[in-house]
């Protein structure tokens, strides 16, 4: 059966970080999409990061850009995302997703193309 835990999340002060990890099971195939979606209180879902597990292909939101990285531990079936230089406006509850035996290609933000969900993770950026 297939599981995301995600971990990491916590209160921080603008301009701190944190690293978000995502403990994956249950999966056998090679090549997955596994994304990260925030989604703050009155606000719409959002694709932050996502990344292709066999070509490494990365895709990021353009509000993290040069902030955030997603990266994977092969060996541990987990993946990433280091956040840095945070922001108010970056909290919300984050939430790791997975797409089993596909690539990410330009549906890398758009949760129902997802068919595995976390819990989430919650972030708090305080000004």
């Known amino acids: 059966q297939v599981q995301l835990v995600e971990s990491g999340g916590g209160s921080v002060q603008a301009g701190g970080s944190l690293r978000l990890s995502c403990a994956a099971s249950?999966?056998?195939?090679?090549?997955?999409?596994m994304g990260w979606f925030r989604q703050a209180p009155g606000k719409e879902r959002e694709g932050v990061a996502a990344?292709?597990?066999?070509?490494?292909?990365?895709y990021y939101t353009d509000s993290v850009k040069g902030r955030f990285t997603i990266s994977q531990d092969n060996a541990k079936n987990t993946v990433y995302l280091q956040m840095n230089s945070l922001k108010p406006e970056d909290a919300a509850m984050f939430y790791c997703?997975?797409?089993?035996?596909w690539g990410c290609g330009g549906y890398w933000n758009q949760w129902g193309f997802f068919d595995n969900r976390g819990q989430g993770t919650q972030v708090t950026v305080s000004s």
């Open positions: 997703a997975a797409k089993r035996g």
């Open positions: 249950g999966y056998t195939y090679r090549r997955n999409c």
């Open positions: 990344i292709d597990t066999d070509d490494v292909s990365t």
